[in-house]
């Protein structure tokens, strides 16, 4: 699927990606509509109603990751409620093996997330994504989220990647088609970023289920 001597740098998205993504979809379709009802004194339709139209006006945004806009927004403790649920933060099973044959064939391993900087740190907190890693970015600190070509350039200026001899990998081909757009040129998507629910049908992109179908051709 890859020619890993045409690749020197790896970026890796994290939620759905590394991460198991059935954290943040518990989180966000389910606990929080709960507890937005709640503080609201709203039926659940109705907050479920109101939780839509709001994260529909800033999809694909910086807001959309930023935990300080939602706490404003919606009037919850973000950070408090997203610990309600950290048990749930977990890597993908197949993630330790493939992060450490990238070290030994020395490529040069970036992680890159729209996660908000508090969520990131809670993550790195219940998992061992940080001894894998060279470096750990979260857009947040240049101003763009992955959907933007802002981003792509800002990031490469950070890190002196070369787009050519680059590969990407996430679980949203929004965020692969802006990648791609930019200049990278391998970008492979993950099927199956939510453990608890189908496999997703990827157009566009290569795609894989399991960081296993990598590993015989990158040893």
């Given at each position: 699927m890859l020619n890993w001597s045409e690749i020197d740098t790896v970026l890796l998205d994290m939620d759905g990606t590394l991460l198991d993504l059935h954290?943040?979809?518990?989180?966000?379709?389910?606990?929080?509509?709960?507890?937005?009802a709640e503080r609201h004194q709203l039926t659940p339709e109705v907050a479920q109603a109101q939780l839509t139209e709001a994260f529909a006006a800033v999809a694909g945004t910086l807001d959309w990751y930023c935990l300080d806009y939602w706490q404003r927004e919606l009037q919850l403790p973000i950070m408090t409620l997203k610990r309600e649920l950290q048990h749930l933060i977990r890597m993908r099973d197949d993630v330790p093996e493939f992060l450490t044959a990238l070290r030994a064939n020395q490529k040069h391993v970036v992680l890159v997330t729209n996660a908000h900087p508090d969520s990131l740190s809670l993550k790195l907190e219940r998992t061992e994504l940080e001894q894998y890693c060279d470096v750990m970015v979260s857009t947040h600190q240049f101003g763009a989220s992955k959907e933007s070509l802002r981003l792509w350039d800002r990031l490469q200026r950070y890190i002196g990647f070369d787009p050519k001899r680059t590969l990407f990998i996430d679980d949203s081909l929004r965020i692969l088609q802006t990648a791609q757009q930019f200049g990278i040129r391998q970008c492979l998507c993950v099927a199956n970023p939510d453990s608890q629910r189908p496999v997703q049908q990827v157009n566009g992109f290569p795609s894989i289920e399991h960081y296993h179908e990598l590993l015989k051709d990158l040893a």
């Amino acid at each position: 699927m890859l020619n890993w001597s045409e690749i020197d740098t790896v970026l890796l998205d994290m939620d759905g990606t590394l991460l198991d993504l059935h954290f943040d979809n518990h989180f966000w379709l389910e606990h929080i509509p709960k507890r937005y009802a709640e503080r609201h004194q709203l039926t659940p339709e109705v907050a479920q109603a109101q939780l839509t139209e709001a994260f529909a006006a800033v999809a694909g945004t910086l807001d959309w990751y930023c935990l300080d806009y939602w706490q404003r927004e919606l009037q919850l403790p973000i950070m408090t409620l997203k610990r309600e649920l950290q048990h749930l933060i977990r890597m993908r099973d197949d993630v330790p093996e493939f992060l450490t044959a990238l070290r030994a064939n020395q490529k040069h391993v970036v992680l890159v997330t729209n996660a908000h900087p508090d969520s990131l740190s809670l993550k790195l907190e219940r998992t061992e994504l940080e001894q894998y890693c060279d470096v750990m970015v979260s857009t947040h600190q240049f101003g763009a989220s992955k959907e933007s070509l802002r981003l792509w350039d800002r990031l490469q200026r950070y890190i002196g990647f070369d787009p050519k001899r680059t590969l990407f990998i996430d679980d949203s081909l929004r965020i692969l088609q802006t990648a791609q757009q930019f200049g990278i040129r391998q970008c492979l998507c993950v099927a199956n970023p939510d453990s608890q629910r189908p496999v997703q049908q990827v157009n566009g992109f290569p795609s894989i289920e399991h960081y296993h179908e990598l590993l015989k051709d990158l040893a």
